[in-house]
């Protein structure tokens, strides 16, 4: 009976220790006011653990493989008898909140002592009730904050018309580059599914094109009263406006062809940015001498760094889901990576963990040279934004008003155009709302972070 209330009271314990471990490292992914839940939780379980540890000298002092024999003049000792009437069973409902060992029902009873018993259902019953407030925090979240996600019906729809189509292009060895980009780009999609969508939708651009190109051969449109009118002649209309068809839908596919390539170009400067401080962060980290892997954890719960975060993220699902070591899953990462800089980083730690080098002395001396390249960057940034500067305001100011009275003169003059003062105001000021506009795209599509 002891023996088998030993192990009992070890597998208890052994969840009990796999549930402290769950708790230290969730943790981390909280604010101070969730993280209080979790750091109660971990002291009632170690209070139990204790407990627990309590009756287990009672409990081995009670398994005997020899009796002994009675005197004649004095009757035999039952000490062990008398420690094990000293504990008490206490049966215990298994948690369905963090469920880590499949009990049956038979065997959910531990032994502690009497003197402890008490103090034990209360620990039962505040590991419980904390850990109901973290099951509310953590719903549907899973490590690192993701969900899951339900199909796009867009997507759907678009495989079950074109996906025979897609995989026949991608067998023969077609949109390789587009793949590349799609995985760099961090686009949630495989690469069959988004090829399906570039065809859907470029048939939908050609349906579109087609209703067009009627609308138009039949019907004109005029910005005076009446604004829309029969045309007098729809053949030779048809004739200007047949191009629209195949013109509508290669431009759609064209757009998104190259729409992930951009992203990935976004996201590697946006990468590039955040890498000089990341980087400082890390060698901080691992000054003090933790498990490398850990590095990529705390920088993936943070917040600080949203798109190194996507990378670190990555790393930490080729460990923790496809089981791979540090070492493959930073050249899994790296390779995968849409900046360079980041996969050079990567590739130098795999190298430098595999050799046994300090990391901490590796991460400190990248820091120092992403930093150096950073400054001298702001340096060109600046110099451009200077240079933007001077040609914003002599075209945009100086240009406009020259533009404005060469105009008037000609007007007054009556050479040449001969327009009244109110279009010219509203060519002039079109003028200058379209040179903003080429000039906020180009500044948008060429901005660097300050």
């Known amino acids: 009976m002891s023996i088998e209330q030993i192990k009992l009271n070890i597998t208890q ?53 020899i009796k002994r024999l009675p005197s004649e003049n004095k009757p035999a000792e039952n000490t062990n008898s008398e420690k094990l009437g000293d504990l008490v069973s206490v049966s215990y409902k298994p948690s369905d909140i963090i469920p880590i060992v499949n009990y049956s029902a038979s065997n959910n009873i531990v032994a502690i002592k009497k003197s402890e018993r008490q103090d034990y259902l209360k620990e039962l019953h505040i590991s419980e009730s904390y850990l109901k407030n973290i099951k509310k925090k953590r719903k549907i979240i899973s490590e690192f904050g993701d969900e899951f996600k339900k199909p796009n019906p867009y997507v759907v729809i678009s495989n079950k018309i074109f996906l025979k189509l897609s995989n026949n292009f991608i067998d023969k060895g077609y949109f390789g580059n587009l793949k590349n980009s799609l995985k760099k780009g961090n686009f949630t999609i495989i690469i069959n ?39 007098p002649n729809p053949f030779i209309k048809l004739i200007q406006t047949i191009w629209i068809i195949p013109l509508l839908p290669v431009i759609t596919f064209l757009i998104l062809y190259f729409y992930p390539s951009t992203e990935k170009s976004t996201i590697e400067k946006n990468i590039d940015y955040e890498l000089p401080f990341v980087t400082v962060q890390m060698a901080a980290i691992a000054g003090s001498d933790i498990e490398p892997s850990n590095i990529f954890r705390i920088i993936a719960l943070s917040k600080e760094y949203p798109y190194v975060k996507r990378e670190a993220k990555k790393l930490m699902n080729q460990i923790n889901l496809y089981g791979y070591d540090l070492i493959n899953a930073l050249r899994n990462v790296a390779m995968a990576s849409p900046s360079k800089s980041w996969a050079e980083m990567l590739n130098g730690m795999s190298t430098t963990i595999r050799s046994g080098g300090d990391l901490s002395k590796y991460l400190n001396k990248r820091a120092e040279t992403l930093l150096f390249e950073y400054k001298l960057k702001r340096e060109k940034a600046t110099k451009a934004a200077e240079t933007f500067m001077n040609i914003y305001i002599s075209v945009v100011i100086a240009a406009p008003m020259l533009m404005m009275l060469l105009l008037i003169m000609l007007s007054i003059s009556n050479i040449g155009l001969g327009l009244p003062m109110i279009m010219i105001t509203i060519i002039i000021v079109s003028i200058v709302a379209l040179i903003n506009i080429i000039f906020l795209v180009f500044l948008h599509l060429n901005k660097n972070k300050i």
């Open 13 to 65: 314990e052994k969840s009990l220790l796999a549930r402290l471990e769950w708790l230290f490292y969730n943790s981390y992914k909280f604010g101070a006011k969730e993280r209080s839940n979790f750091n109660n939780a971990m002291a009632s379980t170690i209070n139990q653990i204790k407990i627990l540890n309590n009756s287990l000298p009672v409990l081995i002092g009670g398994v005997s493989l």
């Open 193 to 231: 599914s988004y090829i399906s969508v570039m065809f859907f939708t470029a048939f939908l651009a050609l349906l579109a094109g087609l209703l067009l190109t009627v609308f138009l051969t039949f019907f004109g449109i005029s910005l005076t009263s009446p604004y829309i009118y029969p045309n």
